[in-house]
């Protein structure tokens, strides 16, 4: 069923919290990585307050949905929405990547609850996924997995080789996010390496795929719903995404993938959200 | 050995290292349904196939993918389930080293690796895949547990070991083909403790592996030159024995570690650590493979040409034996 008007505008509002939540970490922390975590907020926002069957209050709950975020330095993104559902007191965040914090800029699941597996090493996070989505094929346990990764990791070999696996088991209970955002820690993706032609890349590999704008709540919130309809095979939904989105000192620079904030810079950035959320 | 085990050392006698391990976790399989095992294209290889025939539903073959191999696994152990995975060591502690490191030994997850071919077991088949690398790596990786078992039976146990062992365990085996040191397999192993082979007060060798019969063959010869050899079998090298190794040092006051690995970072240097830490001196050898590639060879010319063999035991043995060190029965002048 499509996203209702109402859920979307609830969605939208998260998100212009959550992006808010991230410069104010950003801003304390003394730099963090911004850019990527506000290029992915609408794709956690959508799941974190719509589709992910989870309950903070048992993180461990062993029919929960897993979620993997493989592009682990967009940790910084996902703390501020773990945080704001009550997996932990939002006032630790003000400690992040502080010594003796539970918050490195990349999460641990030992360390903090909500984080199902903990990653920040790039191209691992589809295989760990892939491994839960088949744990729950062999138990019959209903949970759905789902996995962000970054573009720029789509260079990693071994996203390919849990592209593989994840097809020939079949795996409809796997949904992976792309964030693409078309910029790596050294420039544009395309300029570095090339990985144009991702659609094809995983149709060939045996995924279901969808493309769509990964900051329209109706699109992703259809992709999601789509994706769990397809049978006996995994689904990939590329999102066509901006890096920085909605701080326009940031969009598209790849500069911001790790940044810090003065507090002129932080005003700036929070004006920026709030214009941004004020247009329909 | 471990309850419910039905091998015999009759069978074990004539079983490799890895079918010995692919019987005993086929046997395991029965009475942990959580158990899954795993493997990159070398089912056969490795003998992990034999639980894959019995157990199908609960083995997966990866293709040949071996990070995605070991990133597999840890979801699986997220997923609930212990899995155990198998390929070459040169592949699992080398090529997915990241992997296992991150994203098994990291987030501490029950997952067992079965690594073969390790060492120069697979002399024949050139550097590629040799591994003399792995007890470095591995030992190196927190929450980490370490196994080098000495023949099949030693491996039976091992592996029925690693299943009650909280956390990631490595254990190391060849490819098989080793004479068994056991003659039998109810000898009290247990993980983290070393097997004190045979007493004696001249020298202490300390061996884990293939290096464990060469160690045993060594002794006889070198107690019909009247020495006394104590053999300690460390099939554990992480955590290491402290006490067997510092007692040695006390008693016996000279001691040679032999291994088929390179002699940095591995056994050898893992006993180092120990005995430096004590502050109580000791003559001391490492024999192992010098810090090179290997050539190309059956194991067993290898073993002699490294000087890993009884023989090159023998020798290491007699030079330490003519080294002069302080004996006295005072060791509190020492620091």
């Not at chain 1, 940790?75 to 003000?94: C, N, T």
């Not at chain 2, 080293?97 to 501490?108: K, M, W």
């Not at chain 2, 073969?116 to 040799?130: L, N, V």
């Not at chain 2, 030992?139 to 990631?168: H, K, L």
Request: charged share 25%; proline share 3%; aromatic share 8%.
């Amino acid at each position: 069923m499509p996203l209702a008007q109402e859920d979307i505008k609830r969605l939208r509002e998260k998100a212009k919290d959550i992006r808010k939540t991230i410069v104010d970490i950003t801003f304390t922390a003394g730099g963090g990585h911004i850019g990527g975590s506000l290029s992915q907020t609408d794709i956690l926002v959508a799941l974190y307050y719509k589709y992910l069957n989870i309950d903070p209050k048992k993180p461990r709950w062993e029919d929960r949905d897993r979620f993997i975020l493989s592009k682990g330095h967009g940790g910084l993104g996902w703390a501020a929405i773990l945080g704001e559902k009550g997996y932990f007191d939002k006032a630790l965040l003000k400690n992040f990547n502080k010594t003796g914090s539970p918050f490195g800029m990349h999460l641990d699941m030992l360390k903090v609850p909500g984080c199902d597996a903990s990653t920040g090493s790039l191209g691992h996070g589809l295989g760990i996924a892939v491994g839960l989505a088949l744990g729950a094929k062999m138990s019959g346990r209903k949970y759905r997995t789902y996995c962000v990764m970054g573009d720029g990791e789509l260079c990693e070999g071994s996203v390919w080789e849990a592209a593989i696996i994840g097809a020939f088991h079949k795996l409809d209970n796997l949904t992976a996010f792309v964030d693409r955002n078309n910029l790596m820690i050294d420039g544009p993706t395309e300029e570095i390496t090339q990985l144009d032609n991702i659609n094809d890349k995983f149709a060939s590999f045996g995924w279901e795929v969808l493309r769509i704008d990964g900051h329209d709540f109706a699109a992703i919130g259809g992709a999601i719903e789509k994706a769990q309809t397809i049978k006996a095979k995994p689904t990939v939904v590329i999102c066509d995404t901006v890096k920085g989105k909605c701080v326009d000192y940031m969009e598209n620079d790849y500069k911001w993938h790790y940044g810090g904030l003065d507090s002129d810079m932080r005003d700036k950035a929070l004006a920026c959200i709030d214009n941004y959320y004020a247009k329909a | 050995m471990a309850e419910g085990m039905t091998w015999s050392i009759e069978e074990a006698d004539k079983l490799t290292q890895a079918e010995v391990y692919g019987q005993v976790l086929t046997q395991l399989g029965e009475k942990d349904p959580k158990i899954i095992a795993m493997t990159a294209d070398l089912a056969k290889s490795t003998k992990i196939g034999n639980f894959g025939q019995k157990f199908p539903e609960r083995f997966i073959n990866m293709g040949i993918a071996e990070n995605s191999l070991f990133g597999v696994a840890a979801g699986l152990a997220l997923a609930g389930y212990k899995p155990v995975v198998s390929t070459f060591a040169v592949f699992a502690a080398l090529r997915s080293a990241e992997f296992v490191r991150t994203d098994i030994c990291y987030q501490n997850l029950d997952v067992k690796i079965i690594a073969t071919h390790a060492g120069i077991s697979f002399g024949q088949a050139g550097s590629t895949h040799h591994c003399t690398e792995d007890i470095a790596v591995m030992r190196s990786f927190a929450n980490m547990t370490v196994i080098v078992p000495a023949d099949g039976i030693e491996t039976g146990n091992a592996v029925a070991a690693a299943m009650d062992w909280p956390g990631p365990v490595y254990i190391r085996i060849g490819r098989g083909f080793e004479p068994p040191v056991n003659t039998t397999a109810d000898y009290g192993f247990q993980i983290g403790k070393a097997v004190t082979m045979r007493e004696g007060k001249d020298i202490t060798l300390i061996c884990c592996g293939v290096t464990v019969l060469q160690a045993a063959r060594a002794a006889k010869i070198l107690e019909t030159q009247g020495l006394s050899v104590r053999i300690i079998n460390m099939h554990t090298v992480k955590p290491i024995d402290k006490e067997v190794i510092l007692k040695a040092v006390m008693e016996t006051r000279r001691i040679v570690t032999i291994e088929e690995h390179n002699v940095l970072c591995g056994l050898g240097s893992a006993v180092a650590e120990v005995i430096v830490e004590s502050g109580k001196a000791c003559a001391f050898t490492k024999l192992g493979i010098p810090d090179q590639y290997v050539i190309v060879g059956y194991p067993e010319d290898l073993y002699n040409h490294y000087k890993i063999d009884a023989d090159g035991i023998v020798e290491a043995v007699s030079a330490l034996m003519g080294r002069e060190i302080e004996e006295d029965e005072n060791w509190d002048d020492e620091t």
